[in-house]
């Protein structure tokens, strides 16, 4: 990792690169990749500012939003991705990430085990006792934006020669990375309104349709990369088509119901199951999902379309709605007999509805409905096994087992609001 980032050159470059994601969570990921190669760290942490509860009272904390180690890394099997825990911590003068945000003042620390007697806060030893991996020098920098507003936080560790060997982050290191801090910020600040006018989309599903809420979204999409980094990494797709493609799906995903908006509250707000009749009416949401996207514009507006109008098709043909026009409603493909519109089987529905489809029943069945209490962990894993090949593409499931520490991860992400 040693020398990638040298002079504010390669970095202005970098800034470049940052404001082509359009996801925030994958450039969250992106910018702690990037700013621990700027400094040569051998591992790091990048957190976001949330507002939470304490006791009845309103708290600023920061919620860890990735973690990367190439030590750790190393050890994995290849494709395998770190599984971290999911933890918060105050904003305040207690830990190293929080007085950095309570004072938006970067901190350099040579030895985390070593700190000044003086020194406000204190470094807990117990993470590397559980890891066995050992903390060392450690940067920590703010994310503000220029008006002053606190956005998250980046922790790097153990920065590293070239021979391989821990040691401090040097003042070269501490303007290097002030620098690639504040374009970082700029991008992130351009990635929260997408964020936010795609989860202002969801607010209006939301209205209409309880189930459909931001938690769920940020679920399934979270679900859907991952699902979608496997399978790429299995059929060898190059890294820049990976990152470009995941991007979209991750924004698309989260727009699979959008069509929900459409549908009668009769029939969506009802307190149990449909009849029939009110089934079929539910699903022309994939086809009104998909018409909101007839006049596409990018990559997005496509597989957004794809996404919407076939994420109930199973891999058997015996899903929802078929062969469909989604911009008429006509029939493309019809039954010989009875004139319905044929369903799409297997890879003649797009990978990112097959895989859309499998996020969003697994989100289903793991969560409360007005008409169920949430499944159990085996009765969820249960159903999937035996659904494959004939509702799920069975190489997906397959992969859905194989990342499932992954699957895990992202519902501590993303808990369901009491």
């Excluded at 599903?205 to 496997?230: C, F, M, Q």
Aim: hydrophobic share 40%; with cysteine; proline share 5%.
């Amino acid at each position: 990792m040693a020398g990638e980032y040298t002079d504010f050159k390669s970095i202005i470059r970098l800034d470049s690169e940052l404001n082509q994601i359009q996801d925030l969570d994958l450039l969250l990921e992106r910018i702690l990749l990037e700013a621990r190669k700027v400094v040569r760290a051998d591992a790091g942490s990048i957190y976001v500012k949330e507002n939470g509860e304490e006791n009845g009272i309103q708290i600023e904390k920061l919620m860890i939003k990735y973690a990367q180690n190439d030590t750790t890394r190393e050890k994995l099997l290849p494709g395998q991705k770190m599984i971290y825990s999911v933890f918060s911590v105050p904003i305040n003068e207690k830990s190293i990430a929080g007085y950095c945000a309570l004072t938006k003042k970067l901190i350099n620390v040579p030895d985390m085990y070593n700190i000044p007697s003086g020194a406000p806060y204190s470094f807990n030893p117990s993470f590397d006792q559980i890891s066995g991996y050992k903390t060392t020098s450690t940067l920590t920098i703010p994310l503000v934006t220029a008006d002053g507003r606190l956005l998250g936080v980046i922790q790097v560790i153990n920065s590293k020669d070239r021979d391989d060997n821990t040691v401090s982050f040097s003042p070269d290191d501490e303007l290097l990375i002030t620098h690639f801090a504040a374009n970082a910020t700029v991008a992130l600040q351009r990635a929260y309104v997408t964020r936010a006018m795609i989860l202002r989309m969801i607010k209006m599903s939301e209205l209409r349709d309880p189930k459909e809420t931001g938690t769920h979204v940020n679920r399934v999409a979270g679900y859907a990369v991952e699902i979608y980094d496997r399978w790429a990494y299995h059929h060898r797709i190059p890294l820049a088509e990976r990152d470009n493609f995941r991007d979209i799906l991750k924004i698309a995903a989260m727009l699979h119901d959008v069509g929900k908006v459409a549908i009668s509250d009769v029939i969506l707000k009802k307190p149990g199951r449909f009849t029939p009749e009110e089934y079929l009416v539910m699903q022309h949401h994939t086809i009104y999902g998909a018409g909101l996207f007839d006049d596409p514009q990018s990559a997005l507006d496509n597989i957004s379309r794809d996404i919407a109008l076939t994420h109930h098709e199973n891999w058997d043909g015996t899903g929802y709605p078929g062969w469909v026009d989604p911009v008429t409603g006509t029939v493309i493909r019809a039954d010989a007999t009875t004139g319905k519109a044929l369903g799409r089987k297997g890879e003649e529905t797009p990978l990112a509805g097959r895989i859309v489809a499998i996020a969003d029943v697994f989100d289903a069945l793991c969560s409360k409905r007005v008409y169920k209490e949430p499944w159990s962990e085996e009765q969820v894993l249960t159903e999937i096994r035996q659904l494959s090949g004939t509702k799920f593409d069975p190489e997906l499931v397959d992969i859905f087992f194989e990342i499932l520490p992954s699957i895990k991860q992202i519902q501590s992400l993303y808990p369901e609001m009491s």
